[in-house]
């Protein structure tokens, strides 16, 4: 670009003139684009940041993730469903736990839970001897539950991530719908 004078009146009322030169006034701000540029990674940095965050909290909850049970170490009390596969995800500052199975008569089950373990009532679906659940982090490997109907404890136990992550054990203690007290426990290892 060639450059171009313009006459400009002195605002002083000087009769001198001022050459002013459109091409410096036509280049773009480099401090502008810079500040633009610095902005753009700042916020990149920001998000990578965010999502590295993101997955550490994921990744330093070993309960999280898909959990089969291991058949060979079962110890089923008679009556009883299974629950062959359970997963845990992070749901918004919640946990969504879905447990795949049979019922006592061998028809499959789902069995829906989301809320936090803080000991507090979170409604569970799929479930006909259940309408809520309360999780409780002892620890962070070890979690307390308590299976509710209609407010009543019907079964209670703990699940335990070995130190490893590979495997977790729980041990259910309850009474069946017929007034029975059980006792069962699952291992299940981490998929």
Known sequence: MGESKITVPDPCGNLSHRWVYIEKALKPNKNLDSMARM?????????????????????????MGTWKVNEAKLKLAPGMGENTTVTYKNMLGNTKVTRDGTD??????????????????????GDPNSDSRAYTKVNDRTLNFAVKKSGKTTMSGQIMVAPDGKTRTVTVRGTDPKGKKFKTIAVYDKQ
Do not use: M
């Open 104 to 125: 006592a008569k061998g028809k499959p089950t789902r069995h829906e839970w989301t809320g936090k373990f803080d000991g507090k009532d979170y409604a569970v679906t």
């Open 39 to 63: 902005n753009t990674k700042l916020i990149g940095l920001s998000l990578a940041v965010s999502l590295v965050a993101g997955a550490a909290c994921f990744a330093a909850n070993p309960q």
